[in-house]
């Protein structure tokens, strides 16, 4: 057979796979749902869509990305059949229309058990330099991944040991799954395994990007900031209210990386939430980085989060305790909380690994409300509704 027969062979084969699973997905579903997107493409190669002031986003030379690859991972981010007693999914704790977080000060897993942080939202996490709040070796969204999948201390999608054979079976069972995955991960004899799961939700939470607020369109000189949005930005990053020291990035955050990117910087911030009887303790298990270095000077430290689309992130901190943009103003501008009643007592302003950043800042109710205003011009509404993100199920 000559290169090109061989060659319209293969072609021929691949457009019938295609037709195969056009009618397979028709009766896919994840758990007691239904699938609405019934195509399946080749896969071509990824390409990013990003505004001038965007660099491209690093990669894992082991997770390549693909169109076929971040289409299975939005399957799966979505599929409540992954979790250990099928109930939920990555996407029960990070909903689109609130840039992929749940609204909940505490999120809960399978068993009912409580996180003791927020949900972080994932718009830009191929940007972070550290994931999750404050452990500074998760620095990939793979590893990462792991911890909701796997995690035993909070529980959270509840996959271990005793069920993870099920698990993967429930998959495994599905043709389209099937078919998905080796379209995601072609030549590899049996693709359809925890691995490429997590590869595949990872590279779809990798092009999660979110790059066209309000405020992203004026840079393209595209849209119009009001005078109070303006006073606003200029307040957020002028030396007065000093946003800009941790949240001056192009994504409104410090821990920042890229393909290009030679020194990589992951500083964490103690902002003077709490200070538990004058001690410097924080509630337990939420210590910050101390949780992990044991250091007496990391208590409270935690990771600066994006601020874009901070309008529908709330309730914000770590652990949910400030619940609108307007408190989170107030507290920065009082230089940190003082707590005078209840277990968690104690003048945060006051505490001694507050960040040098944090002081009294006078800011009167007009220029608060202005800096609130600008941040709302962060919101992504075309991110919080693309359909490439959304759920590929659909309630019967």
């Known amino acids: 057979m000559s290169t090109l027969q061989r060659f319209y062979t293969t072609l021929l084969s691949l457009i019938g796979l295609l037709l195969l699973v056009a009618v397979s997905l028709i009766g896919c579903g994840g758990g007691s749902v239904s699938v609405t997107d019934t195509t399946l493409q080749l896969s071509p190669?990824?390409?990013?869509?990003?505004?001038?002031?965007?660099?491209?986003?690093?990669?894992?030379?082991?997770?390549?990305?693909?169109?076929?690859?971040?289409?299975?991972?939005?399957?799966?981010?979505?599929?409540?059949?992954?979790?250990?007693?099928?109930?939920?999914?990555?996407?029960?704790?990070?909903?689109?229309?609130?840039a992929f977080t749940d609204g909940q000060a505490f999120p809960r897993g399978i068993t009912g058990e409580m996180h003791p942080r927020s949900a972080q939202h994932l718009g830009n996490a191929a940007f972070n330099a550290t994931l999750t709040w404050a452990n500074p070796s998760l620095v990939t969204l793979?590893?990462?991944?792991?911890?909701?999948?796997?995690?035993?201390?909070?529980?959270?999608?509840?996959?271990?040991?005793?069920?993870?054979?099920?698990?993967?079976?429930?998959?495994?069972?599905?043709?389209?799954?099937?078919?998905?995955?080796?379209?995601?991960?072609?030549?590899?004899?049996?693709?359809?395994?925890?691995?490429?799961?997590?590869?595949?939700?990872?590279?779809?939470?990798?092009?999660?990007?979110t790059a066209n607020s309000r405020y992203d369109q004026w840079l393209q000189g595209k849209a119009t900031l009001s005078a109070a949005e303006m006073r606003g930005k200029d307040l957020f990053f002028g030396e007065k209210a000093e946003c800009f020291h941790c949240h001056g990035s192009f994504n409104f955050n410090d821990q920042i990386t890229h393909a290009s990117i030679r020194f990589v910087e992951t500083p964490f911030h103690n902002t003077g939430l709490y200070n538990i009887g004058g001690t410097g303790a924080f509630p337990e298990p939420n210590t910050g980085l101390f949780e992990f270095t044991g250091r007496a000077a990391d208590m409270g430290l935690f990771r600066a989060p994006s601020l874009r689309n901070v309008e529908v992130t709330g309730p914000y901190m770590h652990d949910g305790s400030v619940a609108t943009l307007e408190d989170v103003l107030d507290f920065y501008a009082a230089g940190g909380r003082n707590i005078t009643t209840g277990p968690y007592a104690g003048d945060g302003r006051a505490h001694p690994n507050k960040s040098d950043l944090i002081t009294l800042i006078d800011l009167n109710a007009q220029e608060r409300a202005d800096i609130v205003a600008f941040l709302k011009t962060l919101t992504d509404h075309e991110f919080l509704t693309n359909p490439r993100f959304s759920n590929p199920f659909t309630a019967p």
């Open 142 to 209: 793979e590893r990462q991944m792991e911890t909701p999948l796997f995690g035993e201390s909070p529980v959270e999608m509840g996959v271990n040991d005793s069920n993870k054979a099920d698990v993967l079976g429930r998959i495994q069972a599905d043709a389209v799954y099937t078919e998905r995955f080796a379209a995601a991960f072609p030549g590899e004899t049996d693709p359809l395994n925890w691995g490429n799961i997590v590869k595949a939700i990872s590279a779809f939470q990798r092009a999660l990007i």
């Open 45 to 98: 190669a990824w390409t990013w869509s990003l505004p001038a002031d965007f660099p491209t986003p690093k990669v894992p030379a082991d997770n390549p990305m693909s169109e076929a690859k971040v289409e299975l991972g939005r399957f799966l981010f979505y599929d409540r059949r992954l979790s250990g007693n099928g109930s939920m999914s990555c996407a029960s704790c990070h909903h689109q229309d609130k």
